[in-house]
């Protein structure tokens, strides 16, 4: 049974900074592509970043580039997402998500086979 469970989110002020983490079980953890994203009330899920099964590419949404770092510890079954110079519309629940496409970054929501339930991340102004 595969399971990915989020951690860290939380309550911070427009310009902190947050670590989410997202250990994952059940799978073969390198031989999968991870993702974050988020969905904030009355809106659909958004991509916001990914990371290749090797940790040597990612990928970011332009709305967190600049400020959002992805990266992942397959020794740990690990990934990570930090998240620097929030902003009040940051907030929303973020969920990591795993895809088995090894050999090219995936952002739609449909590309990804298992999910998290997701850490609630609020930016206050």
């Known amino acids: 049974q595969v399971q990915l469970v989020e951690s860290g989110g939380g309550l911070v002020q427009a310009g902190g900074s947050l670590r989410l983490s997202c250990a994952a079980s059940?799978?073969?953890?390198?031989?999968?592509?991870m993702g974050w994203f988020r969905q904030a009330p009355g809106k659909e899920r958004e991509f916001i970043a990914a990371v290749s099964w090797g940790g040597g590419r990612t990928y970011y949404a332009d709305s967190v580039k600049g400020r959002f770092t992805i990266s992942r510890d397959n020794a740990k079954n690990t990934v990570y997402l930090q998240m620097n110079s929030l902003k009040p519309e940051d907030t929303a629940v973020y969920h990591c998500?795993?895809?088995?496409?090894?050999?090219?970054?995936?952002?739609?929501?449909?590309?990804?086979?298992?999910w998290g339930q997701g850490t609630q991340v609020t930016v206050s102004s």
């Open positions: 059940g799978l073969t953890f390198n031989n999968y592509g």
């Open positions: 998500a795993a895809t088995p496409s090894i050999a090219t970054i995936k952002t739609r929501v449909s590309d990804y086979d298992y």
